[in-house]
T-cell receptor, first 114, second 114 residues
Framework: EAQVTQNPRYLITVTGKKLTVTCSQN?????MSWYRQDPGLGLRQIYYSMNVEVTDKGDVPEGYKVSRKEKRNFPLILESPSPNQTSLYFCASTELGVSTDTQYFGPGTRLTVL | GQQLNQSPQSMFIQEGEDVSMNCTSS?????WLWYKQEPGEGPVLLIALYKAGELTSNGRLTAQFGITRKDSFLNISASIPSDVGIYFC??????????????FGKGTLLTVNP
C-alpha cells in the first residue's frame, strides 16, 4: 500500500529542546516536502527535496532544518523549538515528471511547544 | 510566500443542497488542485486540473480551471453528511526542474446538516 508515514503523531515539548519529526515514504518518490498548517493560514511549505542530498527552502523555513540522506526518508529537525512553531505538520511526496495527482500527504504531526 | 484567496471561509448547509467554493490568485498557475481534509488526517486529492478552461468531474464533485489560469471553482452537488470537512484549493506552477510546491488557499470549512 502506498504510504507516507510520520512519527510521532503528537508531541508536546518545551522551548529549546531539539526534536526531530520523521517522514518516510514507500513509493520510491524523488520529491518530498514539509508543510505546516495553521488556523486561518492553510498549508505553507517549509522545505522540500528534489532527490537525495538535494534540499531547498520553501516559504517558511526559519527555525527548521531537513536532511535527505536516503530517498525514502525526509526528517524535519527543530534545533531549538519555540512556541510559534506550535502547529500541525504534514510531509508529502510525489514522483517527478508525472502529473501531480500522485502527490501523497502523511497523516500529520501535531506539535505543541510550551 | 503567496497564498490563494479562497472563499467562502465556511459554509453551513442542509443535506441535499449544492455547494460552490472558489479560489483566485494574482498570478498564473499551471495546475489547480482541490483537496479535502478530515479531522486527524492529511489532505486527500479530490480533483486535479491541468488545462485552462478544463472542467472535470469526480462523482458529485465538479471543478473548473479558469480561462485566465488565475482561478478555479469546486462544486459539490446534492451534499451528504460525509462531505463535511475542510476543502482546500492549491495551485502549482510546474516549472520544469523546480519546486513542485503547492500554494494553498486557507480552506473552506463545510458543515452539512442532516
Amino acid at each position: 500500500e502506498a504510504q507516507v508515514t510520520q512519527n510521532p503523531r503528537y508531541l508536546i515539548t518545551v522551548t529549546g529542546k531539539k526534536l526531530t519529526v520523521t517522514c518516510s515514504q514507500n513509493m520510491n518518490h524523488e520529491y518530498m516536502s514539509w508543510y505546516r498548517q495553521d488556523p486561518g493560514l492553510g498549508l505553507r511549505q517549509i522545505y522540500y527535496s528534489m532527490n537525495v542530498e538535494v534540499t531547498d527552502k520553501g516559504d517558511v523555513p526559519e527555525g527548521y532544518k531537513v536532511s535527505r540522506k536516503e530517498k525514502r526518508n525526509f526528517p524535519l529537525i527543530l534545533e531549538s523549538p519555540s512556541p510559534n512553531q506550535t502547529s500541525l505538520y504534514f510531509c508529502a511526496s510525489t514522483e517527478l515528471g508525472v502529473s501531480t495527482d500522485t502527490q501523497y500527504f502523511g497523516p500529520g504531526t501535531r506539535l505543541t511547544v510550551l | 510566500g503567496q497564498q490563494l484567496n479562497q472563499s467562502p471561509q465556511s459554509m453551513f448547509i442542509q443535506e441535499g443542497e449544492d455547494v460552490s467554493m472558489n479560489c483566485t490568485s494574482s498570478s498564473i498557475f499551471n495546475t489547480w488542485l482541490w483537496y479535502k481534509q478530515e479531522p486527524g488526517e492529511g489532505p486527500v486529492l479530490l480533483i486535479a486540473l491541468y488545462k485552462a478552461g478544463e472542467l472535470t468531474s469526480n462523482g458529485r464533485l465538479t471543478a473548473q480551471f479558469g480561462i485566465t489560469r488565475k482561478d478555479s471553482f469546486l462544486n459539490i452537488s446534492a451534499s451528504i453528511p460525509s462531505d463535511v470537512g475542510i476543502y482546500f484549493c492549491a495551485g502549482q506552477k510546474n516549472s520544469g526542474g523546480s519546486n513542485y510546491k503547492l500554494t494553498f488557499g486557507k480552506g473552506t470549512l463545510l458543515t452539512v446538516n442532516p
